[in-house]
C-alpha cells in the first residue's frame, strides 16, 4: 500500500512571491507521481506528471516539481505566484506496477495568494 | 473535446432516498474512476472499472452503495437507501489505462438531509 503527506493544510503567500507545496509519499514499490489542482466548485486538473525520466517536471500554470527518490518526495514549485492560482493542490500516487488500482491522494493543501 | 461529464452537479435529497449519479467518460477511455470527497477524509477511490469490469470496489463503503458500466462511455453510482453521512462531492475520472493521468469531471455536490 502506499500513502501521500501533505504537511501543510495551508499556505498563505503574497502575489509574485515564490511558493513550494510540500508533499511525501511512502510506498514499497515503484511509483508514478502527479500534482492535481482544484478550483472552487471544480473537479481536479492535472498540474503535472513524473512517470519516468528527468526529474524536474514542468507542468502548466507555470508549475514545476522535483521528484527526489532518497527522500521519497514530490515538491511543487512556482517562483512566482499570481492571485489566480489561489485553490487547491494534491499531491498523488500510484504504483507502476500491481497494486490497488487508482490514486492515492494526500489531504490537499489551500494556496492562499494574498494582494 | 468534451471532457469527463457529470450530472447532476447537485443534488439534495431526504435521508431514505434513492441517488443516482452519472458519469459519461471522455470518448477512447477505457479506465473509470469514481472518487468522494469529504472535509474528513479528503478524496477517497470508492470503485475503479476497466473496459467495463469493474476491477476493485474495495473502497465502497456499503452494500448501499453500487456502481454499473452499462456501456464503454457511461457509468452510474446508485446509493439506495441514502444516509446523511453520505454527503460529499463524488467526482468520476477517465483515463486511458489505469496508471495514465486521469481526467476529472467538476462532480457532483450530494446533500443528504
Same mark, same amino acid.
Given at each position: 500500500?502506499? *500513502? ?19 508533499? +511525501?509519499? @511512502? !510506498? @514499497? ?24 525520466? @528527468? ?6 500554470? &507555470?508549475?514545476?516539481?522535483?521528484? +527526489? ?7 511543487? /514549485? ?23 488500482? &487508482? ?13 | ?7 447532476? /452537479? ?20 477505457? *479506465? ?18 476497466? +473496459? ?5 470496489? @474495495? &473502497?465502497?463503503?456499503?452494500? /448501499? ?5 452499462? +456501456? ?9 437507501? !441514502? ?25 457532483? /455536490?450530494?446533500?443528504?438531509?
Amino acid at each position: 500500500a502506499q *500513502s501521500v503527506t501533505q504537511l501543510d493544510s495551508q499556505v498563505p503567500v503574497f502575489e509574485e512571491a515564490p511558493v513550494e507545496l510540500r508533499c +511525501n509519499y @511512502s !510506498s @514499497s514499490v515503484s511509483v508514478y507521481l502527479f500534482w492535481y489542482v482544484q478550483y472552487p466548485n471544480q473537479g481536479l486538473q492535472l498540474l503535472l506528471k513524473y512517470l519516468s525520466g @528527468s526529474t524536474l517536471v514542468k507542468g502548466i500554470n &507555470g508549475f514545476e516539481a522535483e521528484f +527526489n527518490k532518497s527522500q521519497t518526495s514530490f515538491h511543487l /514549485r512556482k517562483p512566482s505566484v499570481h492571485i489566480s492560482d489561489t485553490a487547491e493542490y494534491f499531491c498523488a500516487v500510484i504504483q507502476r506496477q500491481g497494486g490497488a488500482d &487508482g490514486l492515492t491522494f494526500g489531504k490537499g493543501t489551500h494556496l492562499i495568494i494574498q494582494p | 473535446d468534451a471532457g469527463v461529464i457529470q450530472s447532476p /452537479r447537485h443534488e439534495v435529497t431526504e435521508m431514505g432516498q434513492e441517488v443516482t449519479l452519472r458519469c459519461k467518460l471522455i470518448s477512447g477511455h477505457n *479506465s473509470l474512476f469514481w472518487y468522494r470527497q469529504t472535509m474528513m477524509r479528503g478524496l477517497e477511490l470508492l470503485i475503479y472499472f476497466n +473496459n467495463n469490469v469493474p476491477i476493485d470496489d @474495495s &473502497g465502497m463503503p456499503e452494500d /448501499r452503495f453500487s456502481a454499473k458500466m452499462p +456501456n464503454a462511455s457511461f457509468s452510474t453510482l446508485k446509493i439506495q437507501p !441514502s444516509e446523511p453521512r453520505d454527503s460529499a462531492v463524488y467526482f468520476c475520472a477517465s483515463s486511458f489505462g489505469r496508471n495514465q493521468p486521469q481526467h476529472f469531471g467538476d462532480g457532483t /455536490r450530494l446533500s443528504i438531509l
